[in-house]
């Protein structure tokens, strides 16, 4: 399994094709030579993804592999699933920190000095430059500036009712 970044050619290939139907990459993941997992969003960011959304993305990209699947370590078969990144999404770009600004978010970061060498934020996501983050932790009432490489784990926590 390796999540990929928006400079890797596959993710640039299937980010064009993408946007042909409007959409953006929000995440792209390979597992071996026979899966590829793509969170997508789109463009307009004005409506939701729909099952619609994901199976016209899928239908390209199996056509598309056929042909060009080997060029980019995949099958010409590969098993393809398309989604949304859904309401508590995983943070793992620095672009994904820089769009979840304002929204509450849980975030495991690497602390020298706690317990277990980690420490867990819970609250909105107040700043993000693409290096560091700030949260204004619910617990400890106190803004907690962090650096992205030091992120564990982060995704949105949205708050059901």
Request: one cysteine or more.
């Amino acid at each position: 399994m390796a999540f990929l970044h928006e400079q890797n050619k596959l993710w640039q290939h299937i980010e064009s094709l993408a946007r042909e139907l409007e959409f953006t990459i929000y995440d792209l993941e390979k597992r071996g030579r026979g899966k590829i997992i793509v969170s997508i969003n789109k463009a307009t960011k004005a409506t939701a993804v729909t099952s619609e959304d994901c199976s016209k993305l899928v239908r390209k990209l199996m056509n598309d592999f056929l042909i060009t699947g080997e060029s980019f370590g995949l099958t010409n078969e590969p098993e393809i699933e398309v989604c949304s990144p859904g309401i508590n999404r995983i943070l793992r770009l620095s672009q994904h920190f820089m769009n979840a600004l304002g929204e509450r978010v849980k975030i495991i970061v690497q602390a020298a000095g706690t317990k277990n060498g980690t420490i867990l934020l819970v609250g909105n996501l107040i700043a993000s430059d693409g290096k560091t983050a700030c949260v204004a932790d619910e617990q400890t009432k106190k803004e907690v500036s962090f650096l992205l490489e030091d992120v564990k784990s982060a995704r949105i926590d949205f708050k059901f009712d």
